[in-house]
């Protein structure tokens, strides 16, 4: 059975999967080059049949990861916030509503839009609901026979999070919050209140909380947001409101609690790190107490989870600790780009028996083989040596530790937001001044922010308290204090680091950089973080190679064929 799954709002993506097997899986914004992307992932899907080597006549099953008639009420409570406001009204009916409306009509023209962009053939079209799609990703490829599974968003069709039992291939809702009522578009709102992007910057907010106190924290549970004894909650209507924060607008009760909301581009203060602490700590609370309840009415240590929500590191590594739940499974694209796969793999695992492998690696994207690699080089005019896999091991582990940042090209592209060693620029965690040079001179981005290490897996636990296998880079955990000052550039301001083990089972080539490192310098860790400069992560060679010459970088490996801008300066381009 060929089942296509598709995503075309927020994160629009596609996974292919062959008798539930997945064969590939990207999101749009890899290649439209634009992040985040929307609408219809026609590039995406078309990628997903190359690699399966397959046509549209090859499928069985297309399957959207929304049900575009429940969307009711999430309209009207868009509607009811914006129509608040005549000017926002007007804002968004010019663009954001335009842009809304255009993926609602999409999917109620799937069957059409598919013939256009994929030809016909003999599939059927069918829909399934957000929330479950979120569900079947964390689910169905997790190594659990039997979990407890949470789903926490912003909103899908109308829910905002979903408590639910997995037992075999089975998903069985057992309760869940609806709009208005969402801890996603919360922390969100909390988002656009500091000045950063909505959907796009809420892991600003949650580095940003590590710096801060959460004083704000009591006023908003004993006034916002109330945590129910059935595990569930309440968020006062209008407070931080999603719709209007979007446009900029803020209630006086939050400016009279907060102060006047952050200017883009306005400094970071302490009152904007307390903010930040605060709302993060409510959303641990309202988790926890999900959490503890999920516990209850499943009684199971296992646990799966998806949604945007799942993507806060800080909570995920509080929950072995805060919770019952002793193995948790989070879907390496736990936001809406993962839904896509979430819904191929459930309808996938529609028969009698449940087909799907657990879910080993993220290398689902699409991979450039030599010559392909080598004539992007030479296109771009660079000067380039191609080296065995020893002596590339042994020279980009000396590169890194003479303090260089290395751009890092292997094989097929993560599934997922995090750079797990495919996508990834690479440096030193030993030197703390590293973390200033990425940030300021290579990724032009916030001081604040933290860099994650990738660590082999066999050595984590000599470095992080608590430490649980953690492949996808998904878990907060403390640094143990005697290691703190061995690595300073991953340890972030409150003594915690969000590691990915690395095995070399699943990125044999990354691990033995990493082991070489390790035997170099006794730190067996590399800083690793996304090969992108203010735009998605790179996807092909010329991707990288653009994004390597914009900025003050110095090394690029792509594939075996290592690139070094000092040589290309001194030496004209010599194939
Ligand atoms: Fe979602």
Redesign the pocket.
């Known amino acids: 059975m060929v089942v296509l799954g598709i995503n075309n709002m927020?994160e629009a993506s596609c996974a292919l999967l062959i008798d539930g097997q997945i064969i590939a899986a990207a999101e749009e914004e890899r290649f439209s080059r634009i992040k985040h992307t929307s609408g219809f992932p026609a590039q995406a899907m078309h990628y997903c049949l190359e690699a399966a080597g397959l046509r549209s006549d090859d499928l069985d099953m297309v399957v959207a990861a929304w049900r575009p008639w429940v969307l009711g009420l999430r309209a009207t409570l868009a509607l009811k916030s914006v129509l608040a406001s005549p000017r926002i009204f007007l804002a968004k009916a010019r663009r954001g509503a335009g842009q809304m409306g255009h993926e609602w009509w999409e999917l109620f023209t799937l069957k059409r839009l598919l013939k256009q962009y994929l030809g016909g053939g003999r599939y059927s079209v069918c829909y399934l609901d957000?929330?479950l799609?979120?569900a079947a990703s964390a689910f169905l490829c997790s190594p659990f026979d039997e979990a407890a599974i949470l789903?926490v968003?912003?909103?899908?069709e109308e829910d905002t999070t979903v408590l639910w039992h997995g037992n075999g291939r089975k998903i069985r809702k057992l309760g869940a919050v609806r709009l208005p009522h969402s801890l996603?578009q919360l922390y969100s709102a909390t988002t656009a209140f500091l000045g950063f992007k909505v959907q796009e910057d809420e892991y600003k907010v949650m580095g940003l909380a590590a710096m801060g106190t959460p004083k704000y924290a009591q006023y908003l549970l004993d006034n916002v947001v109330a945590l129910r004894t059935d595990g569930g909650f309440w968020v006062k209507p209008y407070f931080l409101d999603y719709h209007l924060a979007r446009f900029g607008r803020f209630s006086p009760e939050v400016e009279q609690l907060f102060g006047q909301p952050r200017l883009k581009g306005e400094e970071i203060s302490e009152r904007h790190a307390d903010v930040a602490a605060s709302v993060q700590y409510v959303l641990e609370q309202a988790l926890f107490n999900l959490l503890r309840h999920l516990h209850e009415r499943t009684r199971t240590p296992r646990l799966g989870l998806?949604?945007?929500v799942a993507l806060n590191c800080t909570a995920n590594g509080k929950i072995f600790t805060h919770t019952p739940f002793e193995q948790v499974f989070i879907h390496p694209s736990a936001?809406?780009n993962g839904?896509s796969l979430g819904a191929a793999l459930y309808w996938s695992n529609s028969g009698p028996d449940r087909i799907t492998e657990p879910l080993q690696h993220t290398y689902w994207g699409p991979s450039y083989n030599r010559n392909r690699t080598e004539a992007a080089l030479r296109k771009a005019g660079v000067s380039y040596t191609e080296l065995s896999e020893d002596a590339l091991i042994e020279r980009v582990a000396q590169l890194l530790t003479e303090g260089n940042v290395v751009g890092w090209f292997q094989g097929r592209m993560e599934w997922g937001p995090r750079a797990l060693g495919a996508r990834s620029l690479l440096a030193d965690p030993r030197r703390a001044d590293i973390k200033d040079k990425i940030n300021r001179i290579i990724k032009k981005r916030e001081p604040f922010r933290p860099f994650a290490p990738s660590v082999l897996e066999e050595r984590a636990v000599e470095f992080f308290e608590g430490y649980q296998p953690s492949p996808f880079m998904l878990f907060t955990f403390p640094v143990r204090s005697s290691k703190r000052s061995a690595i300073p550039a991953v340890t972030h301001t409150d003594g915690t680091a969000r590691p990915q083990g690395v095995t070399s089972d699943t990125n044999p080539r990354y691990y033995q950089l990493i082991r070489r490192f390790g035997e170099l310098t006794s730190i067996p860790m590399l800083l690793n973080t996304s090969f992108n400069v203010e735009e998605p992560i790179v996807c092909s060679p010329e991707d990288a190679l653009a994004t390597f010459l914009g900025c003050e970088m110095n090394h690029l490996v792509l594939e075996n064929f290592l690139v070094e801008k000092s040589v290309a300066a001194r030496t004209p381009c010599s194939p």
């Open positions: 927020h957000h929330h799609s979120h789903t968003d912003g909103a899908g996603g998806a949604g945007g936001g809406d839904t």
